[in-house]
């Protein structure tokens, strides 16, 4: 039985009730678990009960204003931010920014257009951190120019290649079936066999060993696919 992947966890610092349960209502509609907060002094607590992927912070808090609440929560943890704020005066919003928040939102304001900013928010959260594993492995990976370089080194990847290597790197020592890889390699979905993966591994792993000689970077799993360690 297959476990369902855990909704992301978005914690809500807004003072105003039926703004905050508005929030709430349609970030949960979304797909995002949530809780809400209203006083800025609440939130180093909740931080350590449960670590959020991330904060919509209001500035105008009681208890602890929304630029101190900020700086308190990256001292312990690089979670996104998307500040929230009445105030539309170029100081604050520079302010806020400078402090390195993710996004910045003005009211009065669509819920829906604080959705979107949510799901931008994180989209770019993880691209980033996908990127910081690669480039930890070694392996880095340019989805505009379709560029990966090994250890520094050009592997001149045709498109079928590239789009395999970073199906394959998207989870390392995660065993890839064939017919998965397959969905992951054709932008048109065409049919094709099975087996036509297999060539593409044999031609990815050539290109990898000119980097590293001697080192089987992907493994194939009989019987089953393909998996990558680097």
């Known amino acids: 039985m297959s476990t369902a992947e855990p909704r992301p966890f978005i914690l809500v610092v807004e003072d105003e009730p039926k703004l905050a349960k508005l929030l709430e209502d349609y970030l949960n509609a979304a797909g995002f678990e949530t809780r809400c907060l209203a006083d800025g ?46 105030l539309v005066e170029e100081v604050d919003r520079l302010v806020g920014l400078e402090l390195g928040a993710d996004d910045y939102i003005c009211k009065p304001y669509s819920p829906r257009e604080v959705v979107a900013r949510v799901k931008a928010v994180l989209r770019r959260a993880a ?9 930890a492995h070694g392996l880095a990976l340019d989805e505009a120019r379709y560029e990966a370089l090994l250890d520094g080194k050009a592997l001149e990847l045709t498109p079928v290649e590239f789009r395999l290597l970073k199906t394959l790197a998207s989870r390392p020592g995660r065993i890839f079936p064939r017919g ?5 390699l054709y932008a048109d979905h065409r049919v094709v066999a099975d087996r036509t993966v297999d060539s593409h591994v044999k ?23 393909y998996k990558i360690e680097l």
Not at 127 to 135: F, I
Not at 180 to 184: G, I, P, V
């Open 180 to 184: 998965e890889l397959l969905d992951s």
């Open 203 to 225: 031609n990815l792993r050539r290109k990898l060993q000119r980097v590293r000689p001697g080192e089987d970077i992907v493994h194939s799993v009989y019987g089953v696919g």
């Open 41 to 86: 002094r609440d939130v180093a607590a909740a931080l350590e009960r449960q670590r959020p992927d991330l904060v919509l912070l209001d500035l105008m808090l009681p208890g602890r204003h929304g630029l101190e609440v900020f700086k308190d929560i990256r001292a312990v943890a690089n979670i996104p931010i998307v500040m929230v704020t009445a």
């Open 127 to 135: 691209n980033a951190a996908e990127a910081a594993r690669e480039k």
